[in-house]
């Protein structure tokens, strides 16, 4: 079982910027794959980025050129670069890592983006 403690969520005004953290519990030999989930008031999650070994990056286009997802593997933690943040990217963020065919949860952490 993989354990993941987010960090970084907040209240920020619109076109600021946040940096959310993701530290694993499990050495990322065992992780084929980390990345950063949103579920906003009402509708559903929704993939926000993922990274992947050897460091391919994929993205929503909600984000693209906004959000940047990078890794520490030596730190076993991952991060979500958010810039020009807009209201409607109000959500709790959910960070996910996938070991073979398991998917691991942490528990969330509230971004609010103030208009």
């Known amino acids: 079982q993989v354990q993941l403690v987010e960090s970084g969520g907040g209240l920020v005004q619109a076109g600021g910027s946040l940096r959310l953290s993701c530290a694993a519990s499990q050495s990322a030999f065992s992780i084929n794959a980390m990345g950063w989930y949103r579920q906003a008031l009402g509708k559903q999650r929704e993939l926000v980025a993922v990274?992947?070994?050897?460091?391919?990056?994929n993205y929503a286009d909600s984000v693209k050129g906004r959000f940047t997802i990078s890794r520490d593997n030596g730190k076993n933690t991952v991060y979500l670069q958010m810039n020009s943040l807009k209201p409607e990217d109000t959500a709790v963020y959910y960070c996910?890592?996938?070991?073979?065919?398991?998917?691991?949860w942490g528990q969330g952490t509230q971004v609010t983006v103030s208009s």
């Open positions: 996910n890592a996938r070991t073979g065919i398991f998917s691991h």
């Open positions: 990274i992947i070994v050897g460091g391919s990056t």
